[in-house]
Nanobody, 124 residues
């Protein structure tokens, strides 16, 4: 069973930085992408950043030039460096792994796996 464990959230002042980390275990298949999403109160979950396998990172428009995503495939770990944080960045941040697997009885398909979420709060 795939488990994603996140860490690094917390409270920071506007203009500050935080680094989120997410490590996956139990992966049986090919990781198609690793990424981060966030959900603000009353809003839908939205893309923050993602790294598809063998491709360049993609960022949500509101975090470009402030956030940076990095990964270590061998460690099944993805990080999100968040700089110049603003109050509107306050949200629960979820890491996401998309894994392609060939499962007995199901066949080949991709699976979305999510972390438990970590709260990021940016004060004025």
């Amino acid at each position: 069973q795939v488990q994603l464990v996140e860490s690094g959230g917390g409270l920071v002042q506007s203009g500050g930085s935080l680094r989120l980390s997410c490590t996956a275990s139990g992966i049986a298949g090919s990781v198609l992408s690793m990424g981060w999403f966030r959900q603000r109160p009353g809003k839908a979950r939205e893309l923050v950043a993602t790294i598809p396998a063998g491709a360049e990172p993609k960022y949500g428009e509101s975090v470009k030039d402030r956030f940076a995503i990095a990964k270590d495939d061998g460690k099944s770990t993805v990080w999100l460096q968040m700089n110049n944080l603003m109050p509107e960045d306050s949200a629960v941040y979820y890491c996401n792994f998309v894994v392609f697997a060939n499962t007995a009885g199901v066949g080949r398909r991709s699976y979305n796996h999510w972390g438990q979420g970590t709260q990021v709060t940016v004060s004025l």
